[in-house]
């Protein structure tokens, strides 16, 4: 049998260790061929690849952040109209299965190929954590505990100079990021997509605290993360190129208002792609691996259409169509128990 592989999206600690995983597997377990596409879908449309061998170097892709195979975001318009150069590609390597691994954006095309008759098998990827059907996704354990030792390190600065401090993390539709990195670094208010927040509330807190003898006030707020209509208006940032809406530094936003409204200085960090970058945690390389075995094993029983999933303690299989139907976002009873801690 021959593998195709390709990662999709935006990069995530944890994508090497799974083509690692899909690599070796194929090759020890079953005697097949792995081709790495280039760039996501691109390297389908454009026929780029590489052949992947279980040689020995591929051990150090367990450590190494991004992707070796390269990766890119590609407008669904342009994959449709692709369809018959991607059957042709693949068709020219001999590819039986397609393993993408990606995001909410490529397993939705995944989807769409495997109604067009295209075996694939997907992967879930993204720092995000907002992939349903699985309960966690690799690269969230990663993300998560960059932005935790962030904010450990912003407690102390904040404290000396009784300074309110704003730390942005990634999440655009989700706020797993900010609950998590929030609960676990004892943030006093968190601001997620999922939940509109009132700029009244958030000075609220913060006087109260101060009120109360507090020395600093660390706010985590998801670059989601919405005003209450009717509280304060965001500046517009238009759309991208995918007709998505652009994210225009809440933040930064957020910190004006409280300045305006209550005498405190406000300082603020935007993590940004450094919650991205780097190397793996050992949990994510653990599940990437997992996932890129499972993958592979799916691949070689004939179990197409379907994406790997953590359930509980096992890998399992899912439809990828359910899988891409909704996001997965933060149920408000999750919410309502990091609220106990705020203020
Ligand atoms: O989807 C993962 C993610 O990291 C989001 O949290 C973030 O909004 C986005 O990607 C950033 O994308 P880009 O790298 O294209 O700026």
């Known amino acids: 049998m021959r593998i195709g592989v390709l990662t999709g999206g935006g990069d995530c600690p ?20 792995v081709v790495g596409f280039l760039d996501g879908w691109r390297g ?18 367990l450590a190494k952040g991004g992707t070796m195979l390269g990766t890119a975001r590609t407008h669904p318009d342009k994959l449709r109209a692709g369809l018959d150069q991607i059957r042709q590609t693949l068709d020219d390597n001999g590819i039986d299965v397609l393993i993408p691994i990606g995001g909410e954006g490529t397993l939705t095309a995944a989807s769409w190929l495997a109604d067009e008759g295209v075996p694939v098998v997907g992967v879930p990827k993204t720092i995000d954590n907002d992939i349903d059907c699985t309960d966690v996704t690799f690269g969230f354990d990663t993300a998560l505990t960059v932005a935790t030792d962030a904010i450990d390190r912003l407690h102390s600065t904040a404290e000396s100079h009784q300074r309110v401090m704003l730390v942005e993390v990634m999440g655009r539709h989700a706020g797993w990021i900010a609950l998590h990195s929030g ?40 670059e989601g993360a919405k005003p209450k209509e009717g509280t304060f208006s965001m500046a517009q940032g238009g759309l991208d190129e995918f007709g998505h ?58 179990d197409t259409g379907m994406m790997v999933s953590l359930q509980g303690p096992n890998i399992g299989l899912v439809p990828i169509g359910e899988a891409t139907k909704e996001l997965k976002l933060v149920p408000q009873n999750r919410y309502e128990d990091a609220a106990a801690f705020f203020g």
């Open 14 to 33: 944890g994508l090497n260790a799974v083509i690692r995983a899909v690599v070796r597997t194929s090759e020890v377990r079953y005697g097949s061929a």
């Open 44 to 61: 389908l449309l454009e026929d780029r690849r590489i052949h992947l061998a279980a040689d020995d170097r591929n051990d150090r892709l």
């Open 183 to 222: 609960i676990a670094s004892g943030a006093h208010m968190i601001l997620i997509p999922e939940q509109p927040f009132d700029v009244e509330e958030v000075c609220r807190l913060v006087k109260r605290r101060f009120q109360r003898g507090d020395s600093h006030f660390i706010c985590v707020v998801a």
């Open 245 to 302: 809406e652009r994210f225009t530094g809440v933040a930064q936003q957020l910190a004006i208002e409280i300045e305006r409204r209550i005498n405190k200085e406000v300082r603020t960090t935007v993590l940004g792609h450094v919650q991205r970058g780097g190397k793996p945690t050992p949990y994510d390389r653990v599940l990437a691996t997992r996932f890129g075995v499972n993958a592979a094993d799916a691949a070689h029983n004939g």
